[in-house]
T-cell receptor, first 113, second 111 residues
């Protein structure tokens, strides 16, 4: 048990749908991250939050919208996605931003039709 | 831009063998390097974290080394077991907050 949970574990959505991915960490960490893992590509960092403030956005399209209402929860709101957005979306957390081990959740497997 | 390369992409060995997984990175200005394992359908499990000032870290049958100046790290697995079968990912932390990952080494240990 890593202490980082993600829901749902699997999601199928059409290109016109709106959905949200949820991440919750039970580790008392102050930093949270969204990563994308596409087939045959390395894991890519999408967003970083520290103390509920977004500190990094890696040129992610606006159809992905993160939200961090408190230090334990992180959301990724999805709207008008494309089939190429199908991937495994992983959430991670760390005690602070620098030089700390990151702990990952199990991921949400997303399929966009 | 940091790039991380892992060799080999896939490896299959009989149970009991010692093996080495390789990782290289292009920018030596890193804070740390982390090795993870990923099982099918699951998230990542952190195995070892090496800070930039360290040369190696050990955990059980795993030993990871870091040569920052040459941009290389190795993960040594002793006496491999079928339960070690997984994808092993190397990631470095540079100036940015997040990690830069390699594509991974898919490891199969044959019983």
């Amino acid at each position: 048990e890593t202490g980082v949970t993600q829901t749902p574990r699997h999601l199928v959505m059409g290109m016109t749908n709106k959905k949200s991915l949820k991440c919750e960490q039970h580790l008392g960490h102050n930093a949270m991250y969204w990563y994308k893992q596409s087939a045959k590509k390395p894991l890519e960092l999408m967003f970083v939050y520290s103390l509920e403030e977004r500190v990094e956005n890696n040129s992610v399209p606006s159809r992905f919208s993160p939200e961090c209402p408190n230090s334990s929860h992180l959301f990724l709101h999805l709207h008008t996605l494309q089939p190429e957005d199908s991937a495994l979306y992983l959430c991670a957390s760390s005690q602070n931003r620098a030089q700390e081990t990151q702990y990952f959740g199990p991921g949400t497997r997303l399929l966009v039709l | 831009k940091q790039e991380v390369t892992q060799i080999p992409a896939a490896l299959s060995v009989p149970e009991g063998e010692n093996l080495v997984l390789n990782c290289s990175f292009t920018d030596s200005a890193i804070y740390n390097l982390q090795w993870f394992r990923q099982d099918p359908g699951k998230g990542l499990t952190s195995l070892l974290l090496i800070q930039s000032s360290q040369r190696e870290q050990t955990s059980g049958r795993l030993n990871a080394s870091l040569d920052k100046s040459s941009g290389r790290s190795t993960l040594y697995i002793a006496a491999s077991q079928p339960g070690d079968s997984a994808t092993y990912l190397c990631a470095v932390r540079g100036g940015a907050d997040g990690l830069t990952f390699g594509k991974g080494t898919h490891l199969i240990i044959q019983p």
